[in-house]
């Protein structure tokens, strides 16, 4: 009996004694550690009762042990479901009711409130130091039952991903979806057990722990493990790595240190980009002071890596790449304007398939292509068609030689430093304020964050707004990344003929907010 995505990430090149996790000051996590821990924790899960199936929510700090928790979840034939730390305890009791998890891992000043919002989960603690009733308990378990066996289609993982209507909707994973994504990336970026991967993202989202952690782990690599990204640190720590993966913001933030040099970058094979737009201004600044050209790629939570720019061949500012080997991608609907913000496109003309250069709506199919939406068929439905196209809610073209770029989104969405918002979720937040007739919020460019969130809000008849106050109220609603960073009252909405807020008149109207 095997379980498909378990035994890939364990069966990879690296002797056992190899450094899996370098952890810079300390001495490193080789991978017969990870997995002695994946194990222990894979037995604990299993005499907490867990099933094969069932959900494990963890929302820990990074730390080594995070890591063998995703490990250990999927050992024990359990469904991984991480949570951004930042989201707050209204959050958190939303994912925790709609997943219904067996056990949750929190840290241990969060405990009470976990616990609050799961009567009938396990609750296991973990801190960023990984210590915590979660490494007690599972280093008094033994580490040699066998890996639960696990088929292809079966789940690994949900990921939550805000919906359009404000209602987060938990995308599921199987463990091929995974598996499969993590070999063809590491095909295509020739990932071997030499490689060094300076590893700063977070590990609740696809990113930091499937394009990341699976590719490296298949490969037999190292990653040095940092908690969180730091530019001066990245600076100190690139010599040693022979790969970086970033947000935009960690290229423009490292572009903003006169000491990040080409010296630095020499020793580093490729520094690849995704989640969000890389200006083509970063890229050219990129390789102006490195001399190396910045590897862009595009996915989603739904598709995992869907594109990427080659290894070798031609990296193109502006365009995320060809379609990935077995990975279809096509563009639908009628032309639309390259607004980089919310285009409605007509609901009649999506079916068909547009010529290289028009502009319409990227269609993904292929083995990556998640699984729908954790107990929502219609949204499934409305997203994920029949035939395995998987509508994703992004503008783009394809050229004659395939390379797709992407010009905008038709879903309303604002990515700020590699986090979405949706915008429904913060209006109907600020809506419900005292005195706020309606707001809209909206992305709008920022140095730093590429995007930032700023609601633009109308008072009630008669009353007064004081921006300070609004935002004090949100505080400890919603997770701080999702709160406006800057609060504007306004008279009124710009709205078309229908009554629909003119969203893109708004963005043009406060584009130059952070310039
Ligand atoms: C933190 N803050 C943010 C923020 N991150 N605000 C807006 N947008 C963000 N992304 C808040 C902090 O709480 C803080 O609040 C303030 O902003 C300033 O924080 P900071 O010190 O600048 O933040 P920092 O900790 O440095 O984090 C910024 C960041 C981080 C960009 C390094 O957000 C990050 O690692 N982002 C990567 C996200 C990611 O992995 N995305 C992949 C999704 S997967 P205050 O109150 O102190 O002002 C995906 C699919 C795919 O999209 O294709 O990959
Ligand atoms: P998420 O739901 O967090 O997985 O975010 C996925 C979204 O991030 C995609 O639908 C795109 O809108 C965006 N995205 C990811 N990579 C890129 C990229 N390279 N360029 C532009 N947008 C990207």
Same mark, same amino acid.
């Not at 002695?36 to 604990?44: G, H, K, P, V």
């Not at 990932?191 to 700063?200: K, Q, R, S």
């Given at each position: 009996m095997s379980n498909h995505l378990y035994d890939a990430l364990v069966a990879g090149p690296a002797a056992p004694d190899a450094p899996c996790l370098i952890l810079p000051g300390d001495a490193p996590v080789t991978y017969a550690q990870i997995r *002695?821990?994946?194990?222990?924790?894979?037995?604990?899960l299993t005499v907490s009762g867990l099933q094969? #199936?069932?959900?494990?929510?963890?929302?820990?700090?990074?730390?080594p042990e995070a890591l063998a928790l995703y490990l250990g979840t999927i050992r024990a034939g359990g469904v991984f479901l991480p949570l951004n730390p930042a989201y707050t305890a209204a959050e958190v009791a939303y994912f925790v009711g709609d997943a219904e998890p067996v056990a949750i891992v929190c840290d241990p000043a969060r405990e009470a409130e976990t616990r609050t919002a799961s009567a009938a989960a396990k609750v296991f603690t973990l801190d960023a130091a990984g210590a915590g009733t979660l490494t007690d308990d599972a280093g008094a378990m033994a580490? &040699?039952?066998?890996?639960?066996?696990?088929?292809?289609?079966?789940?690994?993982?949900?990921?939550?991903?805000?919906?359009?209507?404000?209602?987060?909707?938990?995308?599921?994973?199987?463990?091929d979806n995974l598996l499969s994504n993590a070999r063809t990336l590491t095909d295509a970026w020739e990932?071997?057990?030499?490689?060094?991967?300076?590893?700063?993202l977070p590990v609740f989202h696809t990113h930091g722990l499937f394009v990341a952690c699976n590719t490296l782990m298949l490969a037999g690599g190292a990653m040095i493990w940092r908690p969180r990204f730091d530019p001066s640190e990245a600076v100190s720590l690139l010599p040693r790595a022979t790969m970086m993966m970033g947000v935009p913001t960690f290229y423009t933030r490292l572009l903003d240190r006169r000491d990040f040099t080409r010296d630095v970058a020499a020793d580093v094979r490729v520094f690849i980009s995704g989640s969000a737009p890389l200006l083509p201004e970063t890229h050219r600044l990129f390789e102006e002071r490195t001399g190396q050209r910045i590897l862009e790629r595009y996915g989603m939570t739904e598709t995992n890596m869907t594109t990427s720019n080659p290894l070798h061949g031609e990296r193109r500012p502006g365009s995320v790449g060809p379609a990935l080997p077995g990975v279809e991608?096509?563009?639908?609907?009628?032309?639309?304007?390259?607004?980089?913000? +919310?285009?409605?496109?007509?609901?009649?003309?999506?079916?068909?398939?547009?010529?290289?250069?028009?502009? #319409?709506?990227?269609?993904?199919?292929?083995? /990556?292509?998640?699984?729908?939406?954790?107990?929502?068929?219609e949204q499934t439905a409305a997203e994920l068609r029949p035939d395995g196209w998987f509508i994703t809610g992004d503008l783009g073209t394809?050229?004659? *030689?395939?390379?797709?770029?992407?010009? #905008?989104?038709?879903?309303?969405?604002?990515?700020?430093?590699?986090?979405?918002?949706?915008?429904?979720?913060?209006?109907?937040?600020? &809506? &419900?304020?005292?005195?706020?007739?309606?707001?809209?919020?909206?992305?709008?460019?920022?140095?730093?964050?590429?995007? +930032?969130?700023?609601?633009?809000?109308?008072?009630?008849?008669?009353?007064?707004?004081?921006?300070g106050?609004?935002?004090? +109220?949100?505080?400890?609603?919603?997770?701080?990344?999702?709160?406006?960073?800057?609060?504007?009252?306004? &008279?009124?909405?710009?709205? /078309?003929?229908?009554?629909?807020?003119?969203?893109?008149?708004?963005?043009?109207?406060?584009?130059?907010?952070?310039?």
């Open positions: *002695d821990r994946a194990a222990r924790i894979a037995a604990l094969p #199936g069932d959900r494990v929510a963890a929302q820990v700090e990074k730390s580490a &040699d039952e066998p890996a639960a066996a696990r088929r292809p289609d079966d789940l690994a993982a949900i990921l939550y991903t805000s919906g359009t209507t404000g209602r987060s909707k938990g995308a599921m994973l199987s463990h990932i071997t057990g030499a490689d060094v991967l300076f590893h700063a991608v096509r563009i639908m609907g009628e032309a639309a304007p390259p607004d980089a913000g +919310a285009v409605e496109l007509p609901e009649k003309n999506r079916e068909t398939e547009l010529a290289p250069g028009e502009i #319409g709506m990227i269609e993904v199919r292929g083995p /990556n292509v998640f699984q729908g939406y954790w107990r929502m068929p394809k050229g004659t *030689d395939g390379y797709v770029s992407i010009v #905008g989104r038709a879903k309303d969405l604002v990515i700020s430093g590699g986090l979405n918002v949706y915008p429904r979720e913060v209006e109907m937040l600020v &809506d &419900d304020l005292p005195g706020v007739l309606e707001s809209a919020v909206i992305g709008v460019p920022h140095p730093d964050f590429g995007e +930032a969130v700023v609601a633009v809000v109308v008072p009630r008849p008669g009353a007064t707004l004081d921006p106050a609004l935002a004090g +109220a949100m505080a400890d609603r919603i997770a701080r990344f999702k709160q406006p960073r800057r609060i504007v009252v306004a &008279d009124e909405l710009p709205r /078309n003929a229908m009554g629909k807020v003119q969203k893109a008149a708004l963005r043009e109207t406060h584009r130059a907010m952070f310039a």
